[in-house]
């Protein structure tokens, strides 16, 4: 067999467009139109094993998502100098790879990752959204608080069963740990919140950003979110936040190349992550 070599890719992506990023036999997404591309660089099937950190779905965007894929070495070596300039000129203009470094083998970008980071853009002026920030920021209809937003967040983080924000899945736990999770109002007045945590489940983001949000505007109480995480089921008062406010904007691994393997095999036996 011949030697491979895995790379480590950088992904950035407006994800208006897409639907999604697994690969669908009839719809464009973030991996077929990667898959295609590289089809068309390389050669039919030359790239295997695309891989990636966190399957954002239709619609959301992403600044920093990270995946791998295999290479036959002699392949890699001949294409590295040039590679990511042809990607460019033949990849559409709302999905660019900014970077492609060679990793060790053991390598994963989804098992071998420590965190995701989202951020979920928010205006709450009463014009609406910049018009060309329309694809990346949710008009919200009433005013909001940033304190009770941040009052809101707080009961949330730590670790624990988020049944009520996650479409559950089949043989998948719902048990997850926020590390991170605040707002912060910028200086052109657009609230955005930050999400981090070690893997997310589906809708789970953007159903966490529908709990706070109808805190932050008053008609739920600031402990209202925090109240649902008894539940063991999807909660239907949760109103799951539109998909383009949201965007990926980072993902950890461990500083020592040496723990990716150990990393992955600890997610693995813990959980098998899901969509964001």
Request: glycine share 6%.
């Amino acid at each position: 067999m011949d030697e491979r070599s895995r790379l480590r890719l950088n992904v950035s992506y407006d994800g208006t467009d897409f639907s999604g990023w697994a690969a669908q036999p009839t719809r464009r997404t973030v991996a077929g139109v990667l898959t295609a591309t590289f089809d068309l660089v390389l050669g039919a099937g030359t790239a295997t094993g695309l891989t990636v950190a966190g399957r954002t779905d239709a619609g959301v965007h992403a600044t920093g998502q990270v995946c791998h894929l295999d290479l036959p070495t002699a392949v890699w070596r001949e294409h590295e100098g040039r590679l990511l300039r042809r990607l460019a000129r033949l990849l559409p203009t709302d999905l660019r790879v900014r970077a492609m470094t060679e990793v060790p083998p053991d390598f994963d970008a989804r098992f071998s990752a420590t965190f995701r980071r989202y951020e979920y853009r928010v205006t709450d002026t009463p014009w609406g959204a910049e018009p060309l920030r329309r694809r990346d920021t949710l008009a919200w209809p009433k005013p909001l608080e940033l304190a009770a937003l941040n009052a809101a967040a707080a009961g949330l983080v730590g670790e624990h069963d988020f049944a009520a924000y996650c479409r559950r899945k089949e043989n998948a736990t719902t048990l997850r740990e926020v590390t991170r999770l605040d707002w912060r109002r910028d200086p052109d007045g657009i609230l955005v919140a930050t999400v981090q945590a070690d893997a997310f489940c589906q809708n789970m983001v953007r159903s966490l950003v529908g709990a706070m949000l109808v805190a932050g505007d008053g008609r739920r109480p600031v402990e209202w979110p925090a109240s649902l995480l008894t539940r063991r089921e999807r909660s239907s008062e949760v109103t799951v936040a539109p998909a383009h406010g949201l965007a990926l904007v980072e993902v950890g691994y461990p500083d020592d190349p040496a723990q990716y393997a150990r990393r992955a095999d600890l997610t693995r036996r813990l959980r098998v992550p899901a969509e964001s």
